[in-house]
Nanobody
Framework: QVQLVESGGGSVQAGASLTLSCTFSGLTDDYIAMGWFRQAPGKEREFVAAIGWTGNNAYYADAMKGRFTISKDSAKNAIYLQMSSLNPEDTAVYYC?????????????????WGQGTQVTVSS
C-alpha cells in the first residue's frame, strides 16, 4: 500500500520561510519521480517542483525558482520543500505526489499517487 504523508504546513507572515515534508512508503523502484503541487482556493492545481529518485535532478516552476528548494532523503523515505520569502500568493494546499514519469509530474500536472495535502497560509 502506497502512502504519502505531508506535514509542516501552517500560518506565517509574509517574508517568512517554511519547510514542508513528505514521507512515503510502499513505492516501488518504478516511481522515480516525486514532486510538490499546490492548489489555491478557486484555482487549478499547479506544479511547484519535482525531484528524481536519486535526488540529483530537480525541476521548478518558473514562479518558484530561487525561492523554493526541493530535496530528498532516501534514508528517511522523505522529500522536502523549503520555501522562503513567502507571500500571500503562496497560500494554498500543498500536495506531495509520486509517478513513474517525471514528464507526468512536471508537464502534465498529474501523478499516480498523492498525499492528503498540507495547508500553507501566508498573511500580509
Amino acid at each position: 500500500q502506497v502512502q504519502l504523508v505531508e506535514s509542516g504546513g501552517g500560518s506565517v507572515q509574509a517574508g517568512a520561510s517554511l519547510t514542508l515534508s513528505c514521507t512515503f512508503s510502499g513505492l516501488t523502484d518504478d516511481y522515480i519521480a516525486m514532486g510538490w503541487f499546490r492548489q489555491a482556493p478557486g484555482k487549478e492545481r499547479e506544479f511547484v517542483a519535482a525531484i528524481g529518485w536519486t535526488g540529483n535532478n530537480a525541476y521548478y516552476a518558473d514562479a518558484m525558482k530561487g525561492r523554493f528548494t526541493i530535496s530528498k532523503d532516501s534514508a528517511k523515505n522523505a522529500i522536502y520543500l523549503q520555501m522562503s520569502s513567502l507571500n500571500p500568493e503562496d497560500t494554498a494546499v500543498y500536495y506531495c505526489a509520486a509517478d513513474p514519469k517525471m514528464y507526468n509530474i512536471q508537464k502534465l500536472n498529474t501523478a499516480d499517487y498523492w498525499g492528503q495535502g498540507t495547508q500553507v497560509t501566508v498573511s500580509s
